[in-house]
């Protein structure tokens, strides 16, 4: 709900958009029922597999090994954090899906996000799975509203969008760039 002025204005100032994301939610009162597909398990994960669960989205989200240096950490520290809630999907006793996210009671919410599904185990119905299964631990805790960011046009929203979510708004993160030091017209980005 920005101003298109707003875009002159940052080009004005050297930013460019890096990446662009959408904000669903989705009310809780009626869960929409998606059984677990055949021969999948859903459990919660443990504290022990949290290096393994982040590793799986890690690859889920960066299949050609590319991913920034500490992305492969960022699950981990949800089995120690209040209110998270942690999940995992196996095939044969093997874990090929995670899925985190974050209670909120005092403000009615589930927090979603940490899901990824190794590219061989897609298109099965794991993560449609496992977000219905986060959303209702949520509902028992007493959220009334899941909340979601995602890329447009991505698997991931079309998996929100189909149970339902509805988009809130979109957000873009912009990254300031400097002009080059050898004086030849191109930018570089900023470093922080």
Do not use: W
């Not at 669903?24 to 022990?48: A, C, D, K, M």
């Not at 449609?128 to 209702?136: E, F, G, K, N, S």
């Not at 929203?157 to 760039?177: D, M, P, Q, V, W």
């Amino acid at each position: 709900m920005t101003d298109a002025s707003l875009l002159e204005l940052t080009k004005q100032r050297n930013y460019g958009i890096a990446e662009l994301n959408n904000l669903h939610y989705l009310s809780l009162t009626e869960l929409p029922t998606f059984p677990v597909p055949e021969g999948v398990v859903i459990r919660r994960g443990i504290r022990e597999e949290a290096s393994t669960l982040s590793e799986i989205v890690t690859k889920s989200f960066f299949e050609k090994g590319d991913a920034p240096e500490g992305f492969r950490d960022l699950i981990t520290p949800m089995f120690e954090f209040p209110g998270a809630i942690t999940y995992a999907a196996t095939i044969d006793g093997n874990l090929v899906s995670a899925a985190a996210g974050l209670v909120i009671r005092e403000h009615g919410i589930l927090a979603l996000f940490g899901a990824g599904t190794l590219p061989p185990f897609r298109g099965r119905g794991i993560q449609t799975a496992l977000l219905r299964t986060r959303m209702q631990v949520a509902r028992e805790a007493g959220c009334e509203f899941a909340v979601v960011v995602t890329q447009g046009g991505t698997t991931s929203e079309r998996n929100c969008l189909r149970l339902g979510f509805r988009t809130a708004y979109s957000k873009a993160t912009l990254i300031k760039h400097f002009p080059d030091a050898a004086g030849d017209g191109s930018t570089s980005p900023a470093a922080n």
